[in-house]
């Protein structure tokens, strides 16, 4: 579907009252990419999956970047308001007013889903948020109280220092947002034990 202004897929959960995951994609993905992790880490949930709208080298991503891990401070608070803008009209569309929506974001996805987090939040009610980095230091910390944040991270991540990770993670504390960090041994793709703790993460998670 490219109508509310992204690329995206829904696929609605088995309940019409199932939390539903956003789920957003690295660098060079796209909508279909994090489909199979997103029914492996919440079977019952619904899912909205969309594709970044900004092309680097022909690679779809949520915002420009200037070189490796710096990034376009202006596009990307245009693009986190135009994903806000976006999940308003989606939530209509689908009829998902009372739904809990929690991201889930890989890389450039976590970053944006960060973003999100720092600029706008009442979107979210939790956060996955795979090898994400801080993506602006906001004037003032936001409201995130009530938010929970899982924050996975490698340990030998060449992109994301881990101090940088460490920074993102006491941000979202002093937001008020309760975190939970997993630390993967290796760099930046996934292993198995970042998404069984995730999955366990969600499992617990208090959603109603
Ligand atoms: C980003 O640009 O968001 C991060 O550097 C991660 C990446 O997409 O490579």
New binding site residues.
């Given amino acids: 579907m490219t109508d509310l202004g992204f690329v995206h897929r829904f696929m609605p959960g088995k309940k019409p009252a199932a939390p539903v995951l956003l789920l957003l994609h ?2 060079g993905g796209d909508e279909n990419d994090l489909i199979p992790l997103g029914h492996e880490l919440y079977p019952d949930a619904s899912i909205l999956s969309l594709r970044g709208k900004v092309l680097e080298n022909g690679m779809p ?1 949520f915002f420009r ?1 200037l070189a ?2 710096v ?1 376009d401070l202006e596009d990307l608070k245009l693009r986190t308001e135009e994903l806000a803008q976006f999940l308003d009209a989606a939530r209509q569309q689908y009829g998902l007013r009372e739904n809990k929506l929690i991201a889930v974001g890989y ?2 996805g976590a ?1 944006i889903a960060a973003s999100l987090l720092l600029r706008d939040p009442r979107h979210l009610s939790a956060a996955v948020l795979f090898r994400a ?1 801080v993506p602006f230091v906001p004037d003032a910390p936001p409201d995130l109280t009530g938010i929970a944040i899982f924050l996975s991270a490698g340990r030998q991540d060449s ?1 994301v220092p881990s101090a940088n990770t460490r920074q993102l993670s006491s941000m979202f504390e002093t937001a008020g947002a309760a975190v939970t960090m997993h630390w993967h041994p290796g760099g930046h793709e996934l292993g198995r034990d970042d998404l069984d703790a995730a999955k366990l993460w969600l499992e617990k998670l208090p959603l109603s």
């Fill in positions: 690295g660098t991503r970047r490796e891990g990034f890389s450039n970053n980095m992109i």
